[in-house]
Nanobody
Framework: QVQLEESGGKTVQAGGSLRLSCAAS????????CGWFRQAPGREREFVAA????????YYSDSVKGRFTISRDNAKNTVYLQMDNLQPEDTALYYC??????????????????WGKGTRVTVSS
């Protein structure tokens, strides 16, 4: 069983950057893909980015492609989301998950094994 805890969320101005972290516990972390999702107030949770077990494969939503970068350090049991050129529409509660599926299937959430509790990002204009 993998337990996940997100951190790094804060309030930033539009155009700024943040790096979110997702720390995992459990021996199976390196066997799983990881994904970042977000949920804005009044909206459904949406996929942001995913990364393969090895870290060599990544997949992004169109809304963040070119601005966000997902990475992982299996030695530290941590997944990161570097967010650049943040915009007010990026304001949301950001969650990470661990999934048995490859990155391009992570949006389906069919193989989810664990979710974190989220970290809040607010982008002011």
């Amino acid at each position: 069983q993998v337990q996940l805890e997100e951190s790094g969320g804060k309030t930033v101005q539009a155009g700024g950057s943040l790096r979110l972290s997702c720390a995992a516990s459990g021996r199976t972390f390196s066997w799983l893909s990881c994904g970042w999702f977000r949920q804005a107030p009044g909206r459904e949770r949406e996929f942001v980015a995913a990364i393969s077990r090895s870290g060599f494969g990544t997949y992004y939503s169109d809304s963040v492609k070119g601005r966000f970068t997902i990475s992982r350090d299996n030695a530290k049991n941590t997944v990161y989301l570097q967010m650049d050129n943040l915009q007010p529409e990026d304001t949301a509660l950001y969650y990470c998950n661990a999934d048995t599926a490859p990155p391009e299937r992570v949006p389906d959430q069919a193989g989810v094994r664990s979710w974190g509790k989220g970290t809040r990002v607010t982008v002011s204009s």
